[in-house]
């Protein structure tokens, strides 16, 4: 794969829940949603093989349109992305005229055109409140949790000034809350971090809360000697190589999405794609799904006051 990828200027994001032989064998650059949506739409490869799910290959086809964008693993879905369409975001917009849709990044490109500004757990926070200073009432979806904690930190109420959509991710929107408790007892010190995807039954009894990036960032900026990273179990595989000195408590999940890349997989789809392998989304969509996209890396990196 290596060999293969210098000669054909290919380049091989990652994202941080895929297997560690990728993420430490064959990957250019390894981060979020964030940071692999903004680094793939800089590289100056021609091909970018993307170990990820499709809502990320789509986003790097969308930025790229001129790069061959593949996605080994064609069937690698995301039961957020899963859970809305199009239409259901043009019902959103009807029944409330005015208010801006926000989507998570983890939907599809149809989807996306039909919002206002795309968001990841990296910049949510941020970009709702930008939108708040605006509007009364804001729409996001597909994730109630991530929802619900957004209300919880931005002080609003779903169903009057935040509206949100029902979909869940099968990963996170299922550990046991009851289990901290008894973790915190084990484990004397321990420092507890959870997605943003996670219930805020959880995410209120936890350390701290946030994206993935967000949540290596805290471990690297804390001392403590133990952590739990309340997440897909790839995050933990990496922090242990990242800080080899601090003890990784296991409470995770695997994605069988995003398992679903394997080196195999990756390899063949260097040596010769199959037509699924490749990843288009109509040129359409793809303009009216740019701007959301753009306007999420200019509010993500506005410093001005909000
Ligand atoms: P981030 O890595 O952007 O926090 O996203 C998590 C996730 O579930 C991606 O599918
Ligand atoms: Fe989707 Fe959840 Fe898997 Fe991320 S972890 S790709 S949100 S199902």
């Known amino acids: 794969i290596n060999r293969l ?34 680094l793939g739409a800089a590289s100056d490869a021609k091909i970018i093989v993307f170990c990820g799910v499709r809502f990320m290959a789509e986003t790097a086809k969308i930025l790229s349109p001129d790069k061959e964008v593949l996605l080994p693993a064609p ?57 708040y200073e605006k509007h009364e009432k804001v729409i996001f979806a597909p994730d109630a949790m991530m929802g ?25 929107d299922n550990f046991d809350a009851a289990s901290v408790e008894f973790y915190r007892k084990m484990y004397p010190g321990v420092k507890i971090l959870a997605h943003f995807e996670c219930t805020p039954a959880l995410t209120s009894v936890v350390d701290y809360i946030g994206g993935t990036g967000d949540m290596m960032k805290w471990v690297d900026d804390h001392k403590a ?33 995003m398992k679903a890349v394997t080196l195999e997989r990756v390899l063949s789809a260097l040596e010769s794609p199959t037509a ?3 990843v288009e989304v109509p040129a359409a969509v793809a303009a009216r799904a740019l701007r959301p996209i753009e306007r999420m890396f200019e509010l993500s990196e506005d410093n001005s006051p909000s």
């Open 5 to 38: 990828k210098k000669e054909k200027k290919a380049v091989i994001p990652a994202h941080v829940y895929q297997r560690p032989e990728i993420l430490l064998g064959v990957a250019d650059f390894v981060g979020d949603s964030y940071k692999l949506a903004k």
């Open 75 to 131: 069937e690698a879905g995301c039961s957020l992305s899963e859970s809305i369409g199009a239409s259901d975001v043009r019902a959103l917009k009807r029944k409330h005229p005015g208010a801006p849709v926000a989507v998570y990044i983890n939907t599809t490109a149809a989807v996306k055109a039909e919002c206002d500004v795309v968001v990841t757990s990296a910049n949510a926070q941020k970009i709702m409140r930008k939108l």
């Open 148 to 172: 619900r904690n957004l209300a919880k930190e931005l002080g609003k109420t779903i169903g009057s000034d935040l509206i949100i959509w029902e979909g869940s991710c099968i990963v996170h």
């Open 225 to 257: 000697s133990s952590y739990m990273l309340i997440t897909e179990c790839g995050l933990g595989d990496l922090a242990r190589t990242k800080f080899p000195d601090k003890v990784f408590v296991p409470m995770c999940r695997l994605c069988p999405h």
């Open 276 to 278: 699924s392998q490749r």
